[in-house]
């Protein structure tokens, strides 16, 4: 009996540990392998109804599925798992105007942006000619003379003083105006009755005082070697980081000439530039031609398949097409091309197949827009004509946007920088139809966000808190400038992803995190919250199609 007891009781154990061993083999095996595991995440999808996840798997650069944390870790095991410790993650952010070969650029140059006074501007100068021997050309950029408390622009006396036979060549801030010195000049034969068609040379006393605006800069700019592109290479490469390190994985490149094309195209073969760049070309000869060739191009990370137009200059050096005059001067600024140039333009780029992406600040170059694209074209969602800065509009044009189906494309920390001079320049209430962007969205049911790039920070954490609280870095002005043009946190984040996406045609691939979608997605390292005074924030992690392409850790 012991026996028969013994035995059976030995047979039970042996199929519990049989059992026990089939379970950890299957656990061992449970899943379909993937290349990598999010979970324990706050994911905002950006899908339509705003959902936001707990995990998602990644595999071959694509989202396999999205969900509740159990799901995903029941039905796949990572390569790589990572817990994200609560942390907020969104797709990647869009900077959807920026400067990428502009800031390459200017980095090359003395950076004078925040400079307190003329004085700042000289010093910062000096310093560097005197690290500099025999510098051929001093070249600079960023200096705006409201922040000096000059509502004037200035004049090159200083200049002349301290450098008397070297050109020194200053770009403002809205890179629409430089200061020049009278060596400058008489290099680019400027006089006062230098005429430049869409341009102006400001003349006192009969005399040129060194500013010269929109076309007119050209004039000067002509004379100065070009940087080596292995110089400006290395710029965008410290860029690309910069940019992933806020968790921006795109960035609609705003104008570009063939050469630059040319060096964003080898970096794109050579994969060095992994950031995607949705490129903007200028109308000329060469890009015109690239387009009539390959037409809607794409390499890599590189996508071409718009044009930008330039028709009026900037609202800070009074050069933005307006339907009445500046409040303070009896001008309306410049339109760059006339209303027959502009409507031969538009045709061509329909014609060629591409989206036309047109700088316009001042009502009165938004209302030429606007009106052609609604009278000269019919309306056809593919066409995702974009209107960049949408900057002054008249109160009677807002409905255009929905008319037209144009997409403004705006810069919310314009308005908080310039809020300091804007109504000067406007009047009160012109004013009111300026950095409109809660009624653009309103009208339009959509807005996409980018910073201009480098007329200000590449921070889109700036942009959010401008978007949503209407102050600078700085928590100014401090109650706000005209908050009730504020715009919710999530239609922001929209304006960053989402419909930013939709706005280069990518909407199907990118822009919100969903199954089948690109892997491109940033792990912030703070919560994603908007309070009263701006708090920093940054990438924890960014991915672009599922590769890391940059850990803070």
């Known amino acids: 009996m012991f026996c028969y007891f013994y035995i059976e009781m030995r047979t039970y154990i042996q199929l519990i540990i049989i059992l026990f061993h089939l379970f950890l083999l299957s656990a061992c095996f449970k899943g379909e392998k993937v290349d990598l595991v999010i979970y324990n995440a706050s994911i905002h999808t950006m899908d339509e109804k705003n959902t936001i996840h707990e995990a998602m798997a990644v595999n071959e650069g694509k989202i396999v599925a999205i969900g509740p944390e159990r799901e995903i ?61 025999n510098i051929e050309f001093v070249l600079g950029w960023g200096w705006d003379q409201s922040i000096w408390g000059d509502s004037v622009l200035p004049s090159n ?39 430049v068609e869409n341009g102006i040379v400001l003349v006192e006393e009969n005399k040129p005082t060194g500013i010269l605006i929109d076309k007119a800069v050209d004039l000067v700019y002509n004379l100065v070697p070009s ?17 992933f390190a806020y968790g921006v994985t795109h960035v609609h490149e705003a104008g570009l000439y063939a050469s630059d094309l040319s060096l964003l195209d080898e970096m794109a073969s050579a994969q060095e530039l992994k950031l995607n760049v949705y490129a903007m070309l200028f109308h000329n000869e060469s890009t ?14 590189l996508n071409v398949r718009s044009f930008k137009l330039m028709i009026d200059g900037a609202l800070g050096s009074e050069g933005a097409c307006l339907t009445h005059p500046y409040a303070t001067k009896k ?17 061509l780029t329909k014609d060629l197949g591409y989206q036309m992406n047109t700088h316009c600040i001042g009502d ?50 314009h308005a908080v920088s310039d809020y300091r001079w804007a109504e000067s320049k406007l009047g009160s209430d012109r004013i009111q139809g300026a950095y409109a962007y809660k009624t653009l969205l309103e009208k339009r049911k959509m807005l996409l966000f980018g910073t201009d790039f480098p007329v200000e920070d590449i921070n889109p954490f700036a942009t959010l808190f401008a978007a949503t609280k209407r102050k600078n870095t700085n928590n100014e002005p401090t109650n706000g400038f ?72």
């Open 364 to 413: 009165s170059a938004n209302r030429i827009m606007l009106q052609l694209i609604d009278t000269l074209f019919e309306k056809n969602d593919d066409h995702r004509w974009r209107i960049e800065h949408a900057q002054v509009v008249h109160p009677n044009d807002f409905q255009l946007f929905f008319d037209s189906d144009a997409i403004p494309s705006v810069q919310p920390t």
């Open 331 to 347: 001008h309306h600024g410049l339109l760059l091309h006339s209303p027959e140039k502009i409507k031969e333009l538009a045709e």
């Open 157 to 195: 006396e200083l200049l002349n003083e301290r450098f008397p036979n070297t050109p020194v060549i200053l770009s403002r801030i809205d890179a629409h105006t430089v200061l020049v010195n009278d060596k400058a000049l008489k290099l680019a034969g400027i006089t006062a009755e230098t005429k």
């Open 227 to 243: 940087p080596s592109k292995e110089a400006i290479k290395k710029e965008i490469l410290a860029i690309q980081e910069e940019l």
């Open 288 to 301: 015109i031609a690239f387009a009539k060739k390959y037409g809607i191009y794409k390499n890599n990370s």
């Open 73 to 133: 870790l029941n039905r796949f095991r990572g390569f790589t798992e990572i817990n994200a410790k609560k942390k907020d993650i969104l797709p990647g952010i869009h900077d959807s105007h920026g400067h990428l070969i502009g800031l390459a650029f200017k980095r090359l140059e003395v950076d004078l942006s925040g400079s307190k006074s003329k004085y700042d501007v000289l010093l910062r100068l000096e310093k560097h000619v005197s690290k500099n021997e």
């Open 482 to 553: 005209r908050t009730e043009e504020a715009v919710s946190l999530q239609d922001a984040l929209k304006a960053m992803t989402i419909w930013a996406a939709y706005g280069i045609f990518e909407e199907n691939r990118l822009g919100s995190l969903e199954k089948g979608k690109l892997a491109t997605f940033v792990i912030l390292d703070q919560p994603l919250v908007m309070k009263n005074y701006f708090e920093p924030n940054y990438a924890n992690k960014t991915f672009i199609n599922g590769e890391l392409v940059y850990a803070m850790d």
